[in-house]
């Protein structure tokens, strides 16, 4: 017995139904090529990257040692479960902002690339490890090397744009990144996920260990 | 669709915009739409109205509504009230430190009465319409247009968010909450750190 869906007839489309069509989609393009101009008209706001919402958003995603960290928060606070799961990613952002504002305010953080560096190789190191110490240990460990996060981005602020916007970019694009480690790892319920989130770990910590020889061969 | 038509339908478009600018400044519902508009694209206006809306827990309808008041009331009182002398850079700053001291207020969940909410509310509505001042009533002529729209915009948004956050003071959605507000608080505090390198 055939299915409903072979019996529904084919739709045939003729030449000249095909030439009609195309006026609708050239009509179409020629509306979205006259937008780009009026896009251009809201520079001012801020939104765009020009030190506005997105230059915040790209900011914290745009070095690798800073990304994997912020994810190794997110999968450390999944495996640790409530309440860690979400005061982690509270803290996290929190206590980068200090550094942000230190950055800002041109108050001198000793061995930043150092810091940022150690900060991938322990908190993955955790994950692989699947350490579970107290809360108030990790919040601490977390808490310290928030503050090497923060300072960087702070310190090479652009000097134009809405400040507003720019903070709340960075904020969310922060938490974001926390979000993306939660949400892997919560594949740590399941016995396959469990290798999958402590295999990133170790590869997040390895990560570290290169931005360690990059920032030692550096002189920090 | 005939080519000659399309070709309308792109000039018609082209010609849209200029004919939007071409509205008298003085327009009465022009201002208003500014003003509701206002608060929707500025962030320091709208944060503040946001978090004192995640305060609201379990109170019901009722004190909702008086809050929603009291946001109004001190909001209209700021805005048409006489500009306040000196720096404008500090009524942000103290704008900025109230929206930390909100956003730990959330974050640390505490339970606060309902009179104290209410207090907090009208606190932000004032803070809010001195910081939005010169932006609302910076035209004589749709000042006041300005301000009624910025005001409907600002009950608008609060009246949803306080009955939404009302309807969850515990679980998932207040923690949630929470964790927006941790994030609003970190906006605050590096906005007070570039208004202070800024002002130098």
């Keep these: ?220 | 669709m005939t080519s000659r038509a399309a070709l309308l339908m792109v000039i018609g478009t082209a010609a849209f915009s200029p004919a939007a600018s071409a509205h008298d400044e003085a327009d009465w519902l022009h201002g208003m739409l500014d003003g509701a508009v206002l608060f929707f694209t500025a962030l320091e206006f709208l944060l503040p109205v946001l978090l004192v809306a995640l305060l609201a827990r379990r109170h019901g309808l009722r004190p909702v509504i008086i809050q929603a008041a009291a946001l109004g009331i001190g909001l209209l009182i700021a805005l048409l009230s006489v500009p306040v002398p000196g720096d404008p850079d500090a009524v942000g700053l103290i704008a900025r430190g109230y929206l930390v001291a909100l956003g730990l207020l959330v974050l640390f969940n505490l339970r606060l009465h309902s009179g104290l909410v209410l207090m907090l509310v009208l606190a932000t509505g004032m803070l809010t319409g001195l910081e939005a001042r010169n932006a609302v009533i910076g035209d004589a002529g749709a000042g006041f247009a300005s301000a009624v729209g910025f005001l409907s915009s600002v009950i608008c948004f609060y009246l949803p968010a306080a009955l939404i956050a009302s309807l969850y003071p515990e679980g998932w959605q207040r923690i949630v909450m929470r964790v927006v507000a941790s994030w609003i608080a970190a906006i605050a505090a590096m906005d007070i750190a570039f208004m202070i390198v800024r002002s130098g």
């Design chain 1, 1 to 220: 017995m055939p299915s409903a869906l072979s019996e529904k007839p084919t739709q045939r489309i003729s030449t000249d139904d095909a030439k009609g069509a195309s006026r609708p989609v050239i009509s179409v393009l020629a509306l979205c090529a006259l937008l780009p101009g009026v896009a251009l008209g809201h520079v001012e706001s801020g939104v765009a990257g020009d030190g506005g919402f997105v230059s915040g958003l790209v900011h914290p995603v745009t070095g690798l040692d800073h990304v994997v960290a912020m994810v190794a928060v997110g999968l450390w606070g999944a495996i640790l479960g409530a309440p860690a799961i979400w005061v982690l990613p509270i803290a996290f952002p929190l206590i980068m902002t200090v550094g942000a504002v230190l950055g800002i305010l041109d108050v001198p953080v000793p061995a930043i690339n150092l810091g940022i560096a150690a900060s991938a190789i322990v908190l993955g190191g955790m994950v692989a490890a699947n350490a579970r110490p107290p809360l108030a240990m990790a919040f601490l460990l977390i808490a310290f090397f928030a503050i090497y996060h923060g300072h960087p981005h702070g310190a090479a602020l652009p000097d134009f744009g809405v400040p507003i916007l720019y903070a709340a970019g960075f904020v969310v694009a922060t938490g974001l990144l926390h979000v993306a480690g939660i949400s892997f790892g919560l594949l740590y319920r399941w016995s396959a996920g469990k290798s999958a989130v402590r295999a990133l770990g170790a590869g997040i910590a390895a990560v570290g260990g290169y931005f360690l020889l990059l920032a030692i061969g550096r002189g920090f």
